[in-house]
């Protein structure tokens, strides 16, 4: 399933699975800001967020491009349908 690269919340939020936006968040424990990707769970559209800096554990590294992201290591969706897989180049892939 191919990434849906959203640049807006608005356009994030009326997307099906398999969606993704970059952004970050202020924890009120820290000063600097955390980079996050918010998915949207390639098989149930549970949304969540992924770690992408390396400030917070776990994480995860992100290269590519940005319409084309690649996630390192896999990810694994605990706490919704439990789908497990690969973002490459931005496609989703299930193992």
């Known amino acids: ?12 939020y009326a997307s099906g699975p398999g969606a993704i936006r970059f ?10 800001l955390e980079k996050v990707m918010w998915t949207k769970c390639p098989g149930c559209g549970k949304s ?23 996630l390192n290591p896999s990810v694994n969706r605990v ?5 497990h897989g690969w973002l490459r180049n931005g496609v989703w892939v299930s193992v």
């Open 1 to 12: 399933m191919k990434a849906k690269v959203c640049t807006t919340r608005d356009e994030y």
């Open 79 to 83: 706490g919704c349908c439990g789908w």
């Open 48 to 70: 969540g967020v992924i770690n992408v800096d390396g400030a917070f554990k776990p994480t995860w590294t992100l290269s590519g491009e940005p319409d084309a992201p690649t």
């Open 23 to 32: 952004g970050s968040v202020k924890h009120s424990d820290r000063e600097d």
